[in-house]
């Protein structure tokens, strides 16, 4: 058996028992105590070998050497539950029983353990939390990048890094501002006069999307927009019912829509000899004043009077010749008058009664007409290796 005077500088208070046996100081867990604690091999707990229990007065207890009171409102007289509520001794309660003793000091370092660990991984969340914002910081300025704007004859281009002289800036938070592109060739013209023939991207009235045309901007004074393209299914035989132009726009009202079968196109042409047609309800948009051109007969360009090739009005037209593909005789005529008719497959172009040009889209019904004398003769050139036509618009 062994005594306990050495644990009088301990923050434990006292067991239950005077005496503790090797089992008893195992139960309670007096083997985890630190090092500083040790055991007299003196029998008695208090110095003057003098059993104590918890109803000892302070006196007592102070000659004993088991407490030193710091606080100096403990007086001799206190007993030790006095002592135990004035915190002169660390236990809550005055007695404890056996085992108290380790398991509140196990208790008190798990619980260190417990605040060390939720320090740690409060900073290591602040920590993840800091290093996040700079990454994310670093990725941003390294994607948000967009590139200086170069502006030419053909449209708008970006320039990427190293190309040419341009250089990138980074993107702010403001929205970009929409790209601004023309509405037709004569826009590009006005704004540019020394613009050259070519495809030029545009955004017309009734468009989401920008979409890529052709302009004609040398000829009569330039910013013409070509809005249809179109051969023939039959030239060697150009005078017969199975010859048509081939495509046509989708002008339907008024037509004759049960005899028009030929290829009909939406796909706007991007150069003279390619064939298409620019969806025809845009046509409105981008001019009233028309030119066409052909390989087998005189180029001509018109004005709306009460006809309007536009919009699909019969009525008087004002032309005049562009190009003399075709002597008539020694006669320059022009036409004078736009047909709109259902029992037609096209518009026609008339000199007084005659056909100057029709855009027939049967090759079963009535005929196309490209006659420089308008007189509605087979009068357009002969053996051209390529027999074509187009339309333009401003």
């Not at 088991?66 to 660390?90: A, D, K, V």
């Not at 955004?203 to 910013?223: A, F, H, K, R």
């Not at 308008?374 to 053996?383: A, C, H, P, R």
């Amino acid at each position: 058996m062994r005594m306990m005077s050495e644990l009088e500088e301990s923050p434990y208070t006292f067991p239950d028992s005077i005496y503790m046996d090797d089992q008893e100081i195992e139960e309670t867990g007096l083997y985890e105590i630190p090092y500083s604690y040790t055991y007299p091999e003196s029998k008695n707990r208090s110095r003057d070998s003098k059993s104590l229990e918890s109803g000892d007065i302070m006196s007592e207890l102070y000659d004993s050497g088991y407490i030193y009171p710091t606080s100096t409102n403990t007086e001799n007289g206190n007993t030790i539950s006095e002592l135990s509520q004035s915190h002169n001794i660390c236990p809550s309660s005055t007695r404890m029983e056996n085992g108290n003793i380790g398991k509140s000091g196990l208790k008190n370092r798990l619980a260190i353990m417990a605040i060390v660990l939720s320090v740690t991984a409060i900073c290591l969340t602040i920590g993840a939390i800091v290093m996040t914002g700079i990454l994310y910081r670093k990725v941003s300025k390294l994607d948000a990048r967009v590139y200086k704007i170069n502006k030419n004859m053909n449209g708008t281009r970006y320039n990427e890094p190293g190309d040419g002289d341009y250089n990138y800036m980074e993107m702010n938070t403001q929205q970009p501002t929409p790209q601004a592109y023309p509405k037709s060739c004569q826009e590009i013209k006005d704004s540019n006069p020394g613009a050259s023939d070519g495809v030029y991207k545009m955004m017309l009235e009734g468009t989401v999307e920008p979409i890529d045309l052709y302009c004609d901007m040398t000829t009569t004074g330039g910013g013409w927009t070509l809005v249809y393209s179109y051969g023939y299914t039959q030239y060697d035989y150009f005078n017969s019912v199975i010859n048509a132009v081939m495509p046509v726009p989708n002008w339907i009202e008024p037509f004759d829509q049960s005899k028009i079968n030929v290829e009909v196109s939406t796909t706007p042409p991007l150069n003279e000899t390619d064939t298409g047609a620019l969806n025809f309800t845009l046509w409105k948009n981008i001019g009233s004043y028309f030119m066409v051109k052909s390989t087998i007969n005189n180029w001509i360009q018109c004005r709306p009077g009460t006809g309007n090739l536009v919009t699909l009005k019969g009525g008087s037209v004002s032309c005049q010749m562009v190009n003399k593909v075709l002597d008539c005789n020694g006669e320059i005529r022009v036409p004078d008058k736009l047909i709109i008719s259902n029992a037609l497959t096209g518009p026609d172009l008339q000199v007084g009664h005659g056909d100057f040009y029709s855009w027939d889209g049967s090759t079963n019904f009535y005929k196309p007409w490209a006659d420089p004398c308008g007189l509605s003769q087979s009068n357009q050139k002969k053996n051209v290796d390529d027999p074509r036509g187009a339309i333009f618009i401003k």
